[in-house]
């Protein structure tokens, strides 16, 4: 199969070896771009590069929509990979014989799902990000696409989801992924007004498109495989752990790191 995995980044950083399998992207290139940087650009070709400040990785996930030909297409982050290996190290990320492995039988990989036991996925969005954009989406859904309702109301009544924006998944159901979720994410944009929100809250479509995946692959019965990931450097798991109890008290903290 003829697969690319983008690896988002936003600075250089060590990357896999593998450039057949891994192509690392540049997300907001006009601003993130410094002389030396060999990575694909996303400001290249039909993209949304300058939404990147609001829209995150998604930049890089729409350049591959509009931009690349290929049988399946995935997401990882530069620090952020699929492993079937316990070392955290660029040496053990997923290589090409084990996605076509997992893609004879599925037709998406998926990072292990998040649990958050006490709180459902609505209620930890609502304490980590400001409830208005998340509300609007369903507004948006119920209106746009009515068959999709019940759905969304699902996933955020449960407890676990696919978090990270991370996958691979065969390219005909990464089209139509894509074709919906910027539908929606596009019109809940024209419909908030985020120019008070925090320079990390800002990128709040990032934040939203994580759950909408999980609402697509519910909806449409999707088979999956959930495979490991690993998170290469420091995994702040002390800053997490405050922000965690930060929300439970009533502030709203950082959530992502």
């Not at 955020?156 to 910027?182: E, G, P, V």
């Amino acid at each position: 199969m003829k697969i690319k995995i983008l690896v988002a980044a936003h600075k250089n950083f060590p990357m896999p070896k593998d450039k057949e399998l891994y192509l690392p992207i540049l997300v907001g290139a006009t601003k993130n771009y410094k002389n030396g940087m060999n990575f694909q650009r996303d400001d290249q070709g039909k993209n949304i590069s300058l939404k990147n400040p609001k829209y995150n990785e998604l930049t890089a996930v729409y350049w591959a929509w509009k931009n690349i030909d290929a049988e399946a297409v995935g997401l990882v982050h530069y620090r952020r990979y699929f492993s079937l290996h316990k070392k955290r190290s660029l040496d053990s990320v997923i290589c090409k014989q084990e996605v076509e492995k997992l893609l004879m039988n599925n037709s998406v990989i998926l990072p292990k799902k998040r649990k958050y036991y006490i709180e459902t996925n609505y209620s930890h969005y609502i304490h980590a990000h400001h409830k208005e954009p998340l509300n609007m989406t369903r507004t948006v859904i119920q209106e746009n696409y009515p068959e999709y309702l019940e759905s969304f109301d699902r996933i955020m009544n449960l407890r676990t989801a696919h978090m990270f924006n991370m996958f691979i998944m065969k390219k005909d159901l990464f089209d139509t992924y894509a074709s919906w979720l910027f539908s929606i994410l596009f019109e809940v944009e024209k419909r908030i007004d985020i120019t008070k929100y925090s320079v990390q809250e800002t990128r709040v479509f990032g934040y939203l498109s994580e759950l909408l995946l999980n609402v697509w692959l519910n909806q449409n019965q999707v088979s999956y495989r959930e495979v490991p990931w690993i998170q290469l450097g420091n995994r702040n798991l002390v800053r997490k752990a405050f922000s965690f109890l930060s929300r439970k008290i009533g502030f709203r903290s950082k959530t992502h790191f």
